[in-house]
């Protein structure tokens, strides 16, 4: 039960045996801080947040980065939501998506320097809309 968790900073960090992940049950409606929160996963492929609920995170920094040393090992290419994340409280985004140069949105948008994402990336991906997420069907 994560309904009265409010910080998931490095939870699932340097769990680097991981392919996909399943998060679509987690309450996170009070969650402030998912820092780091899946930092140097580098083999994650998939990654489910379709119920993830984002109003209160104020921190986001180095939330999906990868590692330079890992950089090869670069693996992820989905992100699964059901919604755009809220980030109206968001202040801290700094190197969210760092060296996650196999990230595409379900759009196939992507950036050439994923340091240079902001907040509008945190959205799903579709025509004349770019993101880094695909909506799950």
Request: overall charge positive; hydrophobic content about 35%.
């Amino acid at each position: 039960d994560t309904s009265q968790v409010t910080n998931m900073s490095y939870m699932f960090s340097d769990m680097s045996n991981l392919t996909t992940l399943d998060l679509s049950n987690f309450d996170t409606s009070k969650v402030t801080n998912m820092k780091g929160m899946f930092l140097a996963m580098s083999n994650l492929i998939t990654l489910d947040l379709s119920n993830f609920n984002t109003s209160q995170v104020t921190d986001m920094s180095f939330m999906f980065f990868l590692r330079d040393h890992n950089k090869l090992k670069d693996k992820l290419e989905k992100i699964y939501v059901n919604n755009d994340f809220d980030t109206a409280n968001l202040t801290n985004i700094s190197q969210m998506f760092g060296n996650r140069k196999k990230l595409r949105g379900g759009n196939g948008s992507y950036l050439l320097d994923p340091l240079t994402a902001d907040k509008s990336w945190l959205r799903i991906d579709r025509p004349g809309v770019q993101g880094y997420f695909t909506r799950k069907s």
